[in-house]
């Protein structure tokens, strides 16, 4: 009997590292550069219904565009535009 063929892990995961798309995030794909404080209802979709901030990872933003989002939302919330909590 001959000898067993190995099959290599790191071909089956370049395979798939390829197949994935980079995708932006909503402000960068609008080419926003300021995320406003005043636009409640883009705010509202960034926020739980007991009014925490959704992770970067549910919301889909990037890094820069998440620490923007963060300072809009508490400007907004001292405004009082939208509450602390529900």
Do not use: W
């Not at 590292?17 to 960068?28: K, P």
């Amino acid at each position: 009997m001959g000898t067993p063929i190995k099959k290599k892990d790191n071909d089956t995961k370049s395979r798939h590292a390829s197949v994935r798309e980079q995708t932006q995030c909503r402000f960068c794909r609008r080419r926003e550069d300021y995320v406003d404080y005043k636009d409640i209802g883009t705010l509202e979709r960034l926020l739980t219904h007991r009014g925490k901030i959704y992770s970067r990872k549910r919301s889909g933003n990037c890094a820069s565009c998440q620490r923007k989002v963060k300072t809009a939302i508490k400007r907004a919330r001292y405004m009082a535009l939208l509450p602390y909590t529900v």
